[in-house]
């Protein structure tokens, strides 16, 4: 099973997660909920996550992805995506969530939406 492999990077206060792999049931949600909830603890809570690698993402990764964005948000914090593939976006766009997300294409985009 490919895992999910997260490589995390600063921008200025902005935390950028770059995200390859599966975001699936197990270890990817797991994976991702964990990275979330210890940015939080370092009082990071200005996150992107970069999606340009992530080929897969199942309903548990959708759910997780909806739960990462409430745990930001009662941080006072701001989850945003980047790049997100054809495939995810139609399915965030299948199920309303393309309106709860900010998602952007360009990271420096992205990145000046912070401010």
Do not use: C, P, W
């Not at 999606?51 to 409430?70: C, K, Q, R």
């Amino acid at each position: 099973m490919a895992e999910l492999n997260i490589t995390e990077r600063q921008a200025g206060d902005v935390t950028i997660l770059d995200l390859n792999g599966k975001i699936t049931i197990g270890e990817g949600s797991v994976a991702l909920r964990n990275a979330i909830r210890r940015l939080l603890g370092e009082g990071k809570n200005k996150i992107l996550l970069n999606l340009a690698s992530v080929g897969y993402v199942d309903s548990s990764g959708i759910g997780e992805l909806v739960s990462s964005f409430t745990a930001v948000n009662k941080e006072d914090g701001t989850l945003k995506l980047l790049k997100l593939t054809q495939k995810i976006q139609d399915l965030l766009a299948i199920t309303k969530l393309l309106t709860v997300f900010d998602v952007f294409d360009d990271e420096s985009e992205a990145l000046s939406s912070y401010q």
